[in-house]
């Protein structure tokens, strides 16, 4: 008997879910984050979740942590001084940078360019140069190496990082420079571009080893800590992180190579989605995390998220993996105001945040908010948290009477729009994933999660068509599930760069199987058993002279039986799909990567007593909520005491722990074997 703790690191809450691997059972926990020291807030939710469970923490063998450490460096501009060393005649090569400008004409007027990450004056170039068949042209010059080194050093950079034109192909000279660095400025973590990223395109690799430079050490010293930590508490299982592309990772690679984990927070509500969809046998799934200041959706399509080349965090872009989650600032907390502009009603994407919060909270907060407008409507009961947590209905009426007052309509008339709007931010960030690349939203269910997730999801369902609207098991702690369900991961890439005329399957196989083994290497490393290591492939394709590329995921057996022609079949069919055209241009295979996977958990969701269909042992009382323009009346349940097979009439509102759904009128809820909640009209 072993047992598994999934821990995310949320702005507000810590949530821990800790799962026992024979039966499938589990304990949650949420607890106070701590963000001057968040392994404080971790250690608070691991003693309370192991009294809770009965244990000792020297029984969890595995410790899954999703964090948004690496991701808050870059958003407040607190990463590492970092040290660039590049090919000479390439210094300015952060300052060009690309030329493509977000937004309209205007953009090119208004749009303030973001500072890069390594500064001019902390960017050096070194003599000797490699050709971009990866044969040297120029030695390197190894007494040049160490002054352009002494310059940084007597700058103070904290962190290095080498990129230097073709490493890609021959990373010889980089590794060189990597260890005169390491002898001159020891304390200072080292980044190599053909370690970090060995593809072309030498902008990309740049910032994405200067990105991952820059939180190296800051990842490096929370680690650590948590590992320290971990260590005094008894835990001496294994501590991995989850990766942006929704994999694990072993904290010591997540230490070198954090630029995988910028977008590691996100990222653990997709893995929970898709052992939720597993078990309740849905396997086309949007999700929907509905948080305190944002919105995240992602598109699972036969239990396998889409994922995408680059990680996006803020203003910065980098190439890395990362599932495809795109985010709209509509939560809970998003204020309602009129513009004296336009006199139209908005909502977001300015946020109360946790700190006052929405009025309703009684913290201090005065501006309406999404909370306040659901309580206003009766959508969220006065009591939340199981009954620790009281809301101020009274308050939350007179801020949004303010609202009603500046539109000169009903109170219940502007708390409705103020939903109706949020909504509807929402259903536009779903049609990003779904209609915008090609699927049909109708063909998918809608899994709402996070702390507001199931309160919205039976709405934006309705606008999207997509049904069932699920609410599944401790929803708002979904992120911290996904930790622990999910898989340890790793990848590599090269750049190939040939037309496909001109390349054979045996070709590409040859490249592929020894990345294959690369892969795999890693994972055994970091303990994974060998006979649980499977591998895949991506291969980039592109027409030729086309400034962008369609991965294609396949395997060594679809090589060999397919060949090329099947290769570049599955291109065009996804290239019609997303851009509605093809070409007659020749094609091109840009980049290879190969990934290796451990098995996914064998963790049985665990199955709740069968009822009779009649919700009735889980009624609490009736409640009156403003639905279809009207007062009507409806019932409140207690999701601990549902059944298999209970039906909910809508309207209703099922309260747990850590959310709240709501079922409206014209629709029902049924509660599977594992306790989800499928929503679907009536």
Same mark, same amino acid.
């Given at each position: 008997?072993?047992?598994?703790?999934?821990?995310?690191?949320?702005?507000?809450?810590?949530?821990? /879910?800790?799962?026992?691997?024979?039966?499938?059972?589990?304990?949650?926990?949420?607890?106070?984050?701590?963000?001057? &020291?968040?392994?404080?807030?971790?250690?608070?939710?691991?003693?309370?979740?192991?009294?809770?469970?009965?244990?000792?923490?020297?029984?969890?063998?595995?410790?899954?942590?999703?964090?948004?450490?690496?991701?808050?460096?870059?958003?407040?501009?607190?990463?590492?001084?970092?040290?660039?060393?590049?090919?000479?005649?390439?210094?300015?090569?952060?300052?060009?940078?690309?030329?493509?400008?977000?937004?309209?004409?205007?953009?090119?007027?208004?749009?303030?360019?973001?500072?890069?990450?390594?500064?001019?004056?902390?960017?050096?170039?070194?003599?000797?140069?490699?050709?971009?068949?990866?044969?040297?042209?120029?030695?390197? &010059?190894?007494?040049?190496?160490?002054?352009?080194?002494?310059?940084?050093?007597?700058?103070?950079?904290?962190?290095?990082?080498?990129?230097?034109?073709?490493?890609?192909?021959?990373?010889?000279?980089?590794?060189?420079?990597?260890?005169?660095?390491?002898?001159?400025?020891?304390?200072?973590?080292?980044?190599?571009?053909?370690?970090?990223?060995?593809?072309?395109?030498?902008?990309? !690799?740049?910032?994405?080893?200067?990105?991952?430079?820059?939180?190296?050490?800051?990842?490096?010293?929370?680690?650590?800590?948590? !590992?320290?930590?971990?260590?005094?508490?008894?835990?001496?299982?294994?501590?991995?992180?989850?990766?942006? &592309?929704?994999?694990?990772?072993?904290?010591?690679?997540?230490?070198?190579?954090?630029?995988?984990?910028?977008?590691?927070?996100?990222?653990?509500?997709?893995?929970? +989605?898709?052992?939720?969809?597993?078990?309740?046998?849905?396997?086309?799934?949007?999700?929907?995390?509905?948080?305190?200041?944002?919105?995240?959706?992602?598109?699972?399509?036969?239990?396998?998220?889409?994922?995408?080349?680059?990680?996006?965090?803020?203003?910065?872009?980098?190439? +890395?993996?990362?599932?495809?989650?795109?985010?709209?600032? +509509?939560?809970?907390?998003?204020?309602?105001?009129?513009?004296?502009?336009?006199?139209?009603?908005?909502?977001?994407?300015?946020?109360?945040?946790?700190?006052?919060?929405?009025?309703?909270? *009684?913290?201090?907060?005065?501006?309406?908010?999404?909370?306040?407008?659901?309580?206003?409507?009766?959508?969220?009961?006065?009591?939340?948290?199981?009954?620790?947590?009281?809301?101020?209905?009274?308050?939350?009426?007179?801020?949004?009477?303010?609202?009603?007052?500046?539109?000169?309509?009903?109170?219940?008339?502007?708390?409705?729009?103020?939903?109706?709007?949020?909504?509807?931010?929402?259903?536009?960030?779903?049609?990003?994933?779904?209609?915008?690349?090609?699927? &049909?939203?109708?063909?998918?269910?809608?899994?709402?999660?996070?702390?507001?997730?199931?309160?919205?999801?039976?709405?934006?369902?309705?606008?999207?068509?997509?049904?069932?609207?699920?609410?599944?098991?401790?929803?708002?702690?979904?992120?911290?599930?996904?930790?622990?369900?999910?898989?340890?991961?790793?990848?590599?890439?090269?750049?190939?760069?040939?037309?496909?005329?001109?390349?054979?399957?045996?070709?590409?196989?040859?490249?592929?199987?020894?990345?294959?083994?690369?892969? !795999?290497?890693?994972?055994? *490393?970091?303990?994974?058993?060998?006979?649980?290591?499977?591998?895949?492939?991506?291969?980039?394709? !592109?027409?030729?002279?086309?400034?962008?590329?369609?991965?294609?995921?396949?395997?060594?057996?679809?090589?060999?039986?397919?060949?090329?022609?099947?290769?570049?079949?599955?291109?065009?069919?996804?290239?019609?799909?997303?851009?509605?055209?093809?070409?007659?241009?020749?094609?091109?295979?840009?980049?290879?990567?190969?990934?290796?996977?451990?098995?996914?958990?064998?963790?049985?969701?665990?199955?709740?007593?069968?009822?009779?269909?009649?919700?009735?042992?889980?009624?609490?009382?009736?409640?009156?909520?403003?639905?279809?323009?009207?007062?009507?009346?409806?019932?409140?349940?207690?999701?601990?005491? /549902?059944?298999?097979?209970?039906?909910?009439?809508?309207?209703?509102?099922?309260?747990?722990?850590?959310?709240?759904?709501?079922?409206?009128?014209?629709?029902?809820?049924?509660?599977?074997?594992?306790?989800?909640?499928?929503?679907?009209?009536?």
């Amino acid at each position: 008997m072993g047992y598994r703790l999934g821990v995310d690191v949320g702005g507000t809450f810590t949530d821990l /879910l800790l799962l026992e691997t024979g039966t499938g059972a589990f304990w949650r926990h949420k607890t106070p984050s701590t963000p001057h &020291d968040s392994s404080v807030g971790i250690l608070n939710g691991v003693t309370a979740i192991c009294a809770a469970a009965g244990i000792a923490p020297d029984a969890i063998a595995y410790f899954l942590h999703g964090t948004t450490v690496a991701t808050n460096a870059v958003l407040e501009g607190k990463g590492a001084k970092v040290g660039l060393v590049t090919t000479e005649g390439y210094r300015h090569i952060m300052q060009i940078a690309r030329s493509f400008v977000p937004g309209g004409l205007a953009g090119w007027i208004i749009w303030p360019k973001p500072q890069p990450l390594a500064a001019l004056e902390h960017t050096v170039t070194v003599k000797g140069r490699i050709g971009a068949d990866g044969r040297e042209v120029r030695p390197l &010059d190894e007494d040049d190496v160490r002054t352009q080194l002494g310059l940084l050093k007597a700058a103070g950079v904290e962190a290095v990082t080498v990129s230097l034109i073709n490493a890609y192909v021959n990373g010889a000279h980089e590794a060189r420079i990597g260890a005169i660095a390491r002898e001159i400025m020891p304390d200072a973590p080292v980044s190599l571009s053909h370690e970090v990223l060995p593809e072309m395109q030498e902008y990309e !690799r740049t910032l994405t080893t200067v990105a991952n430079a820059a939180v190296r050490p800051i990842v490096g010293k929370y680690v650590a800590n948590l !590992r320290t930590r971990l260590a005094e508490a008894g835990m001496a299982g294994n501590l991995s992180l989850l990766r942006s &592309d929704g994999g694990l990772m072993s904290a010591h690679k997540a230490e070198t190579q954090p630029v995988n984990i910028l977008m590691s927070g996100p990222a653990g509500g997709v893995t929970g +989605a898709i052992w939720v969809g597993r078990n309740a046998g849905i396997r086309n799934i949007m999700t929907l995390d509905v948080g305190g200041t944002s919105t995240d959706v992602a598109l699972i399509e036969n239990l396998e998220p889409r994922r995408q080349r680059t990680t996006e965090v803020g203003h910065l872009s980098v190439r +890395a993996s990362a599932l495809d989650v795109k985010t709209v600032g +509509a939560g809970g907390g998003s204020i309602a105001y009129v513009p004296d502009l336009t006199g139209a009603l908005r909502v977001g994407p300015q946020s109360a945040g946790a700190v006052p919060g929405p009025v309703a909270y *009684a913290k201090g907060g005065t501006a309406p908010t999404v909370t306040d407008a659901n309580v206003v409507l009766g959508y969220l009961p006065e009591n939340l948290l199981g009954g620790t947590f009281r809301l101020d209905r009274a308050g939350a009426r007179a801020a949004v009477q303010t609202i009603a007052d500046r539109l000169g309509i009903g109170l219940m008339e502007a708390a409705r729009g103020i939903i109706d709007i949020v909504n509807e931010n929402m259903f536009g960030a779903l049609r990003m994933i779904s209609v915008q690349q090609g699927y &049909d939203p109708r063909d998918f269910a809608l899994m709402g999660f996070g702390g507001a997730g199931p309160l919205h999801v039976n709405a934006v369902a309705r606008l999207m068509g997509s049904w069932p609207a699920i609410s599944p098991v401790s929803p708002g702690v979904l992120c911290a599930l996904g930790d622990a369900t999910t898989r340890m991961r790793t990848e590599t890439a090269r750049s190939f760069s040939r037309l496909a005329a001109q390349t054979s399957a045996e070709d590409l196989i040859a490249v592929l199987d020894e990345m294959a083994a690369q892969t !795999r290497a890693e994972l055994i *490393a970091d303990g994974v058993p060998e006979a649980e290591v499977s591998s895949l492939f991506e291969v980039d394709v !592109r027409y030729a002279g086309q400034a962008f590329e369609v991965p294609l995921t396949i395997t060594a057996d679809d090589l060999r039986r397919d060949g090329m022609g099947g290769i570049l079949a599955r291109f065009d069919a996804e290239h019609l799909r997303l851009f509605t055209f093809n070409m007659e241009t020749p094609h091109e295979i840009v980049n290879l990567r190969a990934v290796a996977q451990g098995q996914v958990p064998d963790l049985p969701a665990p199955q709740i007593a069968r009822g009779d269909g009649n919700p009735r042992a889980a009624f609490m009382r009736e409640h009156v909520m403003w639905m279809d323009g009207r007062e009507q009346t409806g019932a409140i349940y207690d999701r601990a005491r /549902l059944r298999a097979g209970d039906v909910i009439q809508g309207p209703a509102i099922v309260c747990e722990m850590d959310s709240t759904t709501l079922i409206e009128t014209g629709c029902v809820g049924t509660v599977d074997a594992c306790g989800n909640i499928l929503i679907t009209l009536a």
